[in-house]
């Protein structure tokens, strides 16, 4: 799920080009979890750097929604 040219600023995982944005976007499709996100995108799944990253991302998205 590389971007063309995202801008660096905006990876969350440079092991796969994984973005905020895409990441965003999956999870207001549903995606609620750290393994679905690595299955959709591949992040997670090199040097793990990330996982906290997209946690934060994840319970961010979950506070907003109780909100």
Same mark, same amino acid.
Request: net charge negative.
């Given at each position: 799920? $590389?971007?063309? $040219?995202?801008?660096?600023n905006?990876?969350i995982?440079? %092991?796969?080009?994984t973005t905020?944005? !895409?990441?965003?976007?999956l999870?207001n499709?549903?995606?609620d $979890? ?5 299955r959709m995108? +591949?992040? %997670?799944s090199? %040097?793990?750097? %990330?996982?906290?990253?997209? &946690?934060? &991302? &994840?319970a !961010?998205?979950?506070a907003?929604d +109780?909100?």
């Amino acid at each position: 799920m $590389n971007d063309i $040219n995202p801008d660096k600023n905006d990876v969350i995982c440079h %092991c796969s080009g994984t973005t905020k944005r !895409q990441i965003k976007s999956l999870v207001n499709n549903g995606a609620d $979890n750290l393994d679905k996100i690595s299955r959709m995108t +591949g992040a %997670c799944s090199g %040097c793990g750097a %990330c996982d906290v990253s997209i &946690l934060e &991302l &994840l319970a !961010q998205n979950i506070a907003d929604d +109780g909100a």
